[in-house]
């Protein structure tokens, strides 16, 4: 059964501080990595997408892939309480399959 | 550019009334998904269309529910005779194509369909 875990919190941070929300996942064969977001009663938002191993970084958001060790890292720095929601990890692993999800990450970031 | 699309945006049904959930995807994507969502849980995968084409429907209940996608017009979730247990949240997903390892196989949301059930 391939899966796709994640902490699910809820993880809370001061405002200012940096957040690290971290993903495993099973299948060696993944080859396509989201984070999304969703904040309560909304639908989920894409953030960031990552391909390959490293990081990769978009404003205050930065992604991390390490496929030897399967996991997915994703941080946010300078961590403001708009970005209080909970943060899901998905994973692709090629020829047409499905997104495999997680169950997300809360994130709370106090003033 | 407009989104993915979803209609009605809240849908109350009684017991034992069909639920029709609509979902345009992004223009120019030809792949289609839907999910679930129960209050304060995951987002279950229920079934991944092309046009004409049912591709995985492995996460759909074998009774009362359905999904088409055709050549024109949008993607409909169908749940026959609704039961209150299927309220909640359902989320329509589309994506250009799917080539693990692409930004193609990315997916966009659209805003759900709240489904009530009384």
Redesign the interface.
Known sequence: QKEVEQNSGPLSVPEGAIASLNCTYSDRGS??F?W?RQYSG?????IM?I?SNGDKEDGRFTAQLNKASQYVSLLIRDSQPSDSATY?C?V????????I????TSLAVNP | NAGVMQNPRHLVRRRGQEARLRCSPMKGHSHV?WYRQLPE???K?MV?LQKENI??ESGMPKERFSAEFPKEGPSILRIQQVVRGDSAAY?C?SSLR??????T????????TRLTVL
């Open positions: 080859q396509s989201f999304y909304k639908s989920p938002e894409l997408s391909y899901l998905a692709n692993a090629g020829n047409n399959r499905k997104l999800w997680g169950l997300g | 998904y849980e995951g987002l995968f991944y591709i995985d989320f997903a799917t080539s693990g390892g692409s930004f196989d990315t997916q966009y949301f659209g805003p759900g």
